[in-house]
């Protein structure tokens, strides 16, 4: 796919203008819209990720999207993220794009496990920026990247009553197959479902 095809994918139905795009080696680096742009996440993103994760998402987000493995377990300082941010670095089979306000994070997307043959996707936008097109945008700028992958399928976990996010999904293309394998928790010695989420996949190509 061309930067061309990719930059019109993006731009179609957005409520922005993309200004840029930007494609290096296969991998997207760069994308500008109105006074925001989305990036790679760098190793010194990590104070603004803290601050995004505890200041930007309310509790309710932050259980939604779990973030693992840069935030969960919860850090209790910047370093840490800084230091999980260098440790995941060795898989080296995912992307994470940040989207900044001027220098604020103010939402995330992420491809992983890309080489599983089961890459999965995830996002989050800052509670304050929601329904304004930011998810769109980020959650097509993860399903670009898979373009530029050749990737098959994305996979995605929602949170039963998490409507917003079963919203865009949909909205991107995901279509909903059924449920996920539940998470238990063991509670007085046995084990109970504590969440059973609803699986969606995009057919990317
Ligand atoms: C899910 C989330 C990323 C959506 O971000 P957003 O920036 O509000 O998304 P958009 O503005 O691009 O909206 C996308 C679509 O979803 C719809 N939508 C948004 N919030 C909705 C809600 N609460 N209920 C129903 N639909 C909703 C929008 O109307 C829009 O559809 P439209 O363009 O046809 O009107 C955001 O709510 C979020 O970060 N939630 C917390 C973390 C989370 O749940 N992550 C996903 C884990 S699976």
Same mark, same amino acid.
């Given at each position: 796919m061309t930067t061309d095809e990719l930059k019109d994918y993006l731009q179609n139905g957005a409520r922005f203008k993309i200004k840029e795009l930007n494609v290096k080696n296969?991998?997207?680096e760069y994308i500008a819209f109105d006074t925001m742009t989305i990036t790679n996440l760098a190793d010194d993103d990590f104070q603004e990720l803290?601050?995004?994760f505890y200041e930007?998402?309310?509790?309710?987000?932050?259980?939604?999207?779990?973030f693992?493995?840069?935030?969960?377990?919860?850090?209790? !300082?910047? +370093? /840490?993220?800084?230091?999980?941010?260098v440790q995941?670095?060795?898989?080296?089979?995912?992307?994470?794009?940040?989207?900044?306000?001027?220098?604020?994070?103010?939402?995330?997307?992420l491809l992983k496990r890309?080489?599983?043959g089961h890459p999965v996707a995830g996002i989050a936008i800052a509670d304050k920026y929601h329904k304004r097109g930011l998810g769109t945008v980020m959650l097509k700028a993860a399903i670009a990247q898979a373009k530029l992958l050749n990737l098959y399928t994305i996979y995605s976990g929602v949170a039963p009553d998490?409507?917003?996010?079963?919203?865009?999904?949909?909205?991107?293309?995901?279509?909903? !197959?059924? +449920? /996920?394998?539940?998470?238990?928790v063991t509670k007085n010695g046995e084990n109970i479902i504590a969440r059973h989420d609803k699986e969606l996949i995009l057919q990317v190509s």
């Amino acid at each position: 796919m061309t930067t061309d095809e990719l930059k019109d994918y993006l731009q179609n139905g957005a409520r922005f203008k993309i200004k840029e795009l930007n494609v290096k080696n296969g991998t997207i680096e760069y994308i500008a819209f109105d006074t925001m742009t989305i990036t790679n996440l760098a190793d010194d993103d990590f104070q603004e990720l803290y601050n995004f994760f505890y200041e930007g998402l309310s509790e309710q987000s932050r259980v939604y999207f779990p973030f693992y493995p840069l935030l969960r377990p919860q850090p209790e !300082t910047p +370093q /840490t993220v800084r230091e999980r941010i260098v440790q995941w670095r060795v898989e080296s089979d995912w992307f994470f794009y940040v989207l900044k306000d001027g220098v604020h994070i103010i939402g995330v997307s992420l491809l992983k496990r890309i080489s599983t043959g089961h890459p999965v996707a995830g996002i989050a936008i800052a509670d304050k920026y929601h329904k304004r097109g930011l998810g769109t945008v980020m959650l097509k700028a993860a399903i670009a990247q898979a373009k530029l992958l050749n990737l098959y399928t994305i996979y995605s976990g929602v949170a039963p009553d998490n409507d917003a996010s079963y919203a865009l999904h949909t909205k991107c293309g995901f279509v909903l !197959t059924g +449920q /996920t394998m539940p998470y238990f928790v063991t509670k007085n010695g046995e084990n109970i479902i504590a969440r059973h989420d609803k699986e969606l996949i995009l057919q990317v190509s």
